[in-house]
């Protein structure tokens, strides 16, 4: 049984898919600034960071996935995640090993975000995201293309302007990872 797929998309992305447990978890393996990063895309992972965690781990175990790190030359030791790997008794180890810090009330999925993602981070799953609604776009047009349509048809020059909206949004990402 297959438990492990991945699309290479270009020389600095792969689209990975792994199945853990009955489920199918899709991932996002992107090379920014010399550095790949693992992020996940299924909400059930960004929204639950031990379930994300569990995963993430399996994945690391999967002899698949060492093999295909191994040819496209990736060091498993220098790969990192979007995500926060520690447990939430590790985190909460760290934080009392720091300086307390004042209580402003409960923790919310929000807080726990920010504390766990740099500004690079958050700008790099941005980064991502945009680049797959391009793509996502840009397929739709080819494919519409293909079926006849044309400049002359108004979907068509609609989907045309969500690509364009999309590139400049990009651009205005990377002129802001670029202000460093």
Aim: proline share 4%; aromatic share 12%.
């Amino acid at each position: 049984m297959v438990e492990f797929t991945f699309e290479i998309m270009d020389d600095s992305k792969i689209n990975i898919q792994y199945q853990y447990g009955s489920a199918w978890f899709t991932f996002n393996l992107f090379l920014n600034q010399g550095v790949w990063t693992l992020h996940p895309f299924d909400g059930i992972l960004l929204q639950n960071k031990d379930m994300c965690s569990l995963v993430i781990a399996e994945l690391f175990k999967n002899k698949d996935y060492h093999v295909m790190l191994a040819r496209e030359n990736i060091p498993l030791s220098e790969l990192r995640t979007s995500i926060d790997m520690q447990s939430p008794q590790e985190r909460r180890r760290i934080r009392t090993e720091r300086k307390p810090e004042p209580d402003h009330g409960p923790s919310d999925e929000m807080t726990d975000f920010i504390e766990a993602h740099s500004f690079n981070d958050v700008l790099n799953l941005e980064l991502d995201q945009v680049q797959q609604r391009v793509a996502f776009f840009q397929e739709i047009l080819h494919r519409m293309f293909m079926d006849g349509y044309g400049p002359e048809d108004t979907d068509f020059t609609r989907v045309q302007a969500l690509v364009k909206v999309y590139k400049e949004t990009l651009e205005g990402l990377r002129d802001i990872g670029d202000k460093r």
